[in-house]
Each structure stands twice: as C-alpha cells, then as structure tokens.
C-alpha cells in the first residue's frame, strides 16, 4: 500500500522559505508522477509543481515558477518542495500525491487524476 507523508509545513514570514519533504513507501515509483498541491481555506486543490520519478522532468504552475523547485532523492524515495520568496498568498495546507498513469502532460497537473495523497502540512505565511 502506497504512503506518502509530508513534513516541513510552518509558519514564515514574508519573503521566507520553507523546505516540504514527502516520503514514499509501499512499492516501487520508478514510474510515478509526484505532486505537489496545495489548498487554501474555500478554495479548490491547485497544482503546484510535479516531476517524473524516471527522468526527472519538472512541472511547475506559472505562478510558482522561478519560486519553487521540486526535486526527488531516489535513495531516500522522498521528493522535495523548495519554497522561497514566499507570500501571503502561498498560504495553504500542501498535499503530496502520487501515480503511476498520467500519461499525458495536461494530467499531471489534474488533482483527479491522483490515486494517493498523503495528509497534507500547513504552510502559514505572514505579512
């Protein structure tokens, strides 16, 4: 069974950073798709940035380009969010997600096209 757990939620001020850590157990995601997505109170899921455990390409959403940077650790089987510059708005309990089907780009950026979730962390950023 799939498990993802994130860690490294906190409160920042403004222009701060946060490091999210989202460790995978359960089998193998050398053919996974890892997300990240984040959810502000009354608002919908929105994708945040993706990449491909095989060949570690990158997705990211426009407004995070530039800001954030995902990354993956095969040996430690945990992908990472760098988040810097961070705003007020980044606000949001971020979730880690995962699949092993999304085979075209437009999916990846698709929260209903994720299988396995993990809990989520609160990112809180203050003005």
């Known amino acids: 069974q799939v498990q993802l757990v994130e860690s490294g939620g906190g409160l920042v001020q403004a222009g701060g950073s946060l490091r999210l850590s989202c460790a995978a157990s359960?089998?193998?995601?050398?053919?996974?798709?890892m997300g990240w997505f984040r959810q502000a109170p009354g608002k919908e899921r929105e994708f945040v940035a993706a990449?491909?455990?095989?060949?570690?390409?990158?997705y990211y959403a426009d407004s995070m380009k530039g800001r954030f940077t995902i990354s993956r650790d095969n040996a430690k089987n945990t992908v990472y969010l760098q988040m810097n510059s961070l705003k007020p708005e980044d606000t949001a309990v971020y979730y880690c997600?995962?699949?092993?089907?999304?085979?075209?780009?437009?999916?990846?950026?698709?929260?209903?096209?994720?299988?396995?979730w993990g809990q989520g962390t609160q990112v809180t950023v203050s003005s």
């Open positions: 997600a995962a699949d092993n089907r999304l085979t075209y780009t437009r999916w990846v950026t698709d929260p209903g096209r994720y299988d396995y």
């Open positions: 359960g089998r193998t995601f050398s053919n996974y798709h």
């Open positions: 990449i491909s455990w095989s060949n570690g390409k990158t």
